[in-house]
């Protein structure tokens, strides 16, 4: 593979699911079987157009070359004649079936009138051409009833962006018919391509309205439905003002910029140069106490991807290395896009950390070196010109530092970046479960929230991009696929996070009390030193002379140095603990321990079911999800500061 010098773009990929009436309902009179098939390649032949127009569009956010996934069960019927259709036409096809391949092929029913191929002939060619298969219920006397294609109806509806149903609009008949498929999509808000097997030439597009989200309303555009699916988010008004997120050297009327949000822009034309850092954290594990104290410079730039990269094999390694039937997947699909968000994030969250921390270490440093000077040489010009200089000098490099993190965005970035690394690792989890990531958005939000979510407006974007490409992931659940998939979400995501956070939550509440108690310690030193001071400069001007600098004047003289020199350390400490914010933190740590716990205790006890752990597994990636979202509020409030 060739290596990267900018984070992966996504490749564009629609996935297109399909419903619609079984063979013998389509081989009734009122039915024009050769007008639906015409009409389904039609339709199939527009939705290629308006993915061609989007991959054009929208080169800047996409990979070349645009793939479409068709979703499909293969039932006789309209499964089968859909799929014959997108496969001929270079569709990638998908095929979610309810139980193993021979029980499902048994309970198709034969054709009462003779046809060109018969179903379970026409199933096996298609399984031959189909590149991912999952078996809902792999165990060998699993029971095909109503329940079963109600989940496979399910799992069309989650993995596909917009749904061809081939239906009379009759009443559903049972939990898994055309009708109740079509219903819970239109619940989840999935456009819908209606296409009447009596009149198929008619065929409508089921979609939310534009300018009312609650209503639906019936169209033929569904280029402009596909175009709303797949397009990145646009420039915000703030945006538009704020040219630092343009990446330099870029030409500005690239091909779709100007549609495109620049956090995206800039994420995508990211090249990841060297740095060294590691001061916010050196600090942190000092006051920590932490022994033998491992903190050391880090190297930023591609090392920090690197090292992501190992984290990520380290993932599925670690405690004992999880079946490749999940693990080689995931790692296919997503370990090359975590890697740079993870590396990234880290780059310049440390940048940003260390910038404000370097505020607080050399603020009180320029007082230390004055009243060094002034000790050391007296008032005199050497000593006056050697401070002078030395202080120009700390306060230079903590200015140039201060105008780098802001004009680069270490802030913003790290959130970003930190966010969406966030979100692919709740793919790594969901994916081998059947569960896409679900859509997040401003709606119910207010206030800093909803600013929040619609920041996040482009990561969300990113992630389902991503998500598209895996398409459905293949596997056969049987019950000792659900056991290793239980382990992975327990043993690789949930027990992880629940470690992290109670690490975090004791090493915080350490550090911020070791602070606050020195800081405080500190003030209460100055005092004393500077009562002492006042109390031998008393003194001393009861003396004969007051040129022996090593008598009481002496002490009274190293006294004042300190009194003038502690407050400073301590302000510099009270501003670190403050920039750190480590008391909430570590609430906030603790709080996610106590709602991942009970996640991870329910998942370890739940029966193995593909349905009842993929729930839980979109359980755990909503309160994470939820953190996250709350933690960009708090940090967004942390700003890089000079003081």
């Known amino acids: 593979m060739v290596a990267l010098r900018t984070p992966p773009r996504p490749r564009l990929v629609l996935r297109v699911g399909v419903t619609g009436h079984r063979l013998n309902r389509l081989l009734e009179g009122d039915v024009d079987l050769p007008g639906v098939e015409g009409e389904v390649r039609a339709v199939l032949a527009e939705i290629k157009r308006a993915v061609t127009h989007c991959a054009t569009q929208y080169a800047l956010a996409y990979e070349p070359e645009p793939e479409l996934i068709l979703i499909s069960p293969l039932a006789e019927g309209a499964d089968q004649i859909v799929a014959t259709a997108a496969v001929e036409m270079g569709y990638r096809l998908h095929v979610p079936l309810p139980c193993v391949a021979r029980r499902y092929v048994a309970g198709f029913q034969g054709p009462t009138v003779p046809i060109a191929e018969d179903p379970c002939t026409a199933f096996e060619r298609l399984m031959r051409h189909a590149e991912s298969v999952q078996v809902l219920d792999g165990r060998p006397d699993a029971t095909l009833d109503g329940a079963a294609y109600a989940a496979v109806g399910r799992a069309v509806l989650r993995h596909a962006d917009i749904l061809i149903a081939v239906w009379d609009r009759s009443p559903a008949e ?42 639906r309303s019936e169209t033929r555009d569904l280029a402009g439905a596909i175009g709303r699916i797949l397009a990145p988010p646009s420039p915000s008004p703030e945006d538009e003002s704020d040219d630092r997120r343009r990446p330099r050297g870029m030409v500005a009327q690239a091909v779709g910029q100007e549609n495109v949000a620049p956090a995206l822009v800039q994420y995508l034309h990211t090249k990841p140069t060297g740095k060294i850092g590691g001061l916010f954290n050196a600090l942190v594990a000092l006051w920590a106490f932490e022994w033998p104290f491992r903190a050391a410079p880090v190297r930023l730039g591609q090392r920090s991807i690197e090292r992501a990269r190992l984290a990520w094999d380290r993932t599925w390694a670690v405690p004992t290395p999880i079946t490749p039937r999940i693990a080689e997947p995931v790692s296919r699909l997503l370990r090359e896009y975590f890697a740079w968000a993870d590396g990234l994030a880290e780059r310049f969250g440390t940048a940003h950390r260390d910038v404000s921390t370097a505020a607080y270490v050399f603020a009180p440093l320029s007082v230390v070196v004055a009243v060094s000077a002034q000790m050391a040489w007296g008032d005199g010009h050497t000593a006056a010109l050697i401070q002078a200089a030395v202080v120009c000098v700390i306060l230079f490099v903590n200015v140039l530092l201060y105008w780098q993190a802001v004009d680069a965005g270490y802030h913003a970035r790290w959130i970003d970046y930190r966010s969406l690394a966030e979100e692919l690792r709740y793919l790594a989890f969901l994916w081998p479960l059947g569960r896409p990531l679900r859509f997040v958005g401003s709606a119910g939000l207010s206030g800093e929230a909803a600013t929040e979510a619609n920041h996040f407006a ?151 079911a593909v349905e009842t752990l993929g729930d839980l597994a979109e359980d755990a990636a909503d309160v994470m999800r939820d953190e996250v979202l709350n933690w960009r509020v708090f940090v967004r409030l942390k700003p890089p500061s000079l003081a």
Request: hydrophobic fraction near 50%; charge should be positive; aromatic fraction near 10%.
């Open 174 to 215: 049972g939990a898994g018919g055309t009708g109740a498929v079509v219903s819970q999509a239109r619940a989840w808000d999935l456009p819908v391509v209606l296409l009447d097997p009596r009149a198929p030439g008619r065929w409508r597009l089921d979609a939310d309205g534009l300018d009312a989200p609650a209503a």
């Open 458 to 608: 482009w990561i969300a974007w990113y992630g389902r991009a991503v998500a598209r490409q895996g398409g459905l992931f293949p596997a056969v659940f049987t019950p000792d696929m659900l056991d290793d998939c239980r382990d992975m979400l327990i043993d690789r995501f949930l027990r992880p996070q629940c470690h992290y956070h109670g690490r975090t939550q004791r090493r915080f509440r350490v550090v911020q009390a070791r602070l606050h108690r020195t800081a405080l310690a500190l003030f209460a030193a100055a005092f004393a030193l500077a009562l002492i001071d006042f109390i031998w400069a008393v003194r001393g001007r009861a003396l004969p002379s007051r040129t022996d600098l090593t008598g009481i004047f002496g002490f009274g003289l190293c006294a004042a140095a300190l009194a003038a020199t502690l407050p400073y350390v301590a302000t510099a400490l009270h501003g670190f603990q403050s920039q750190g914010d480590f008391w909430n933190l570590a609430r906030r740590s603790e709080r996610m321990c106590k709602q991942l716990e009970p996640l991870m205790e329910t998942a370890a006890r739940t029966p193995p």
